[in-house]
């Protein structure tokens, strides 16, 4: 079946610090990859997606890049700021028996300091 | 345009009551999931229906029941709850198109508690 690791967190990084959190898949299809964040108190909202192979997701300052070849999609960041602080969640979507169930990573918690 | 929407925001039960956590979205979705979420275990899906009239189940069904009530609403229902049910509960929806490239939508998520 599908499934979606992550690199365990907590990350914490200092303000302006570059940010990379690991996201590799495994799956049958041709699936969607989305980057979605949680902050504190509230449910997951979409951050960015790509839907085939070497395009690029990007938004708020985050981007991540669908590498079919190292079944990867990485997100990454320039320089982070203290309101970035908040879980991370990569997910695949594919169709299973004519149903697009999403897989989820376990989530990385990141933690920036001022 | 509110979303997707939860009631209760936050329960207390105690072990063996009864209760329904509930889920609309405004959205005209097909798709709409339950998931339950817990330190270190990510999200689980309990269950999700691909369209009105349909319920299937997802990864952790047991001690759960659903109902998908029209197109904007799909409950949880716990008829024995658990201290083992104790966990923060989402809703999400989703266009079910002819891809797999629709992000789901989440509600803010119910908190709830077994004693």
């Known amino acids: 079946g599908d499934s979606v690791t992550q690199m365990e967190g907590p990350v914490t990084l200092s303000e302006e610090a570059c940010l990379t959190i690991n996201c590799t898949y495994t799956a049958t299809g041709y699936p969607s990859l989305f980057w979605y964040v949680q902050y504190p108190g509230e449910g997951l909202q979409l951050l960015l997606k790509a839907t085939k192979a070497d395009d690029k997701g990007s938004n708020k300052g985050f981007e991540a890049t669908y590498r079919k070849e190292t079944t990867s999609f990485h997100l990454e960041k320039g320089s982070v700021q203290v309101s970035d602080s908040a879980v991370y969640f990569c997910?695949?979507?594919?169709?299973?028996?004519?149903?697009?169930?999403?897989?989820f990573g376990r989530g990385t918690s990141l933690i920036v300091h001022p | 345009n509110a979303g997707v929407t939860q009631t209760p925001k936050f329960q207390v039960l105690k072990t063996g009551q009864s209760m329904t956590l509930q889920c609309a979205q405004d959205m005209n979705h097909n798709s709409m999931y339950w998931y339950r979420q817990d330190p270190g275990m990510g999200l689980r899906l309990i269950y999700y229906?691909?369209?009105?009239?349909?319920?299937d189940k997802g990864e952790v069904p047991n001690g759960y029941n659903v109902s998908r009530l029209n197109k904007r609403e799909f409950s949880l229902r716990l008829e024995s709850a658990a201290p083992s049910q104790t966990s923060v509960y989402f809703c999400a929806s989703r266009v079910t198109g002819t891809g797999s490239y629709n992000e789901q939508f989440f509600g803010p998520g119910t908190r709830l508690t077994v004693l």
């Open positions: 997910a695949l979507s594919d169709q299973t028996g004519g149903s697009y169930i999403p897989t």
């Open positions: 229906s691909a369209s009105e009239g349909t319920t």
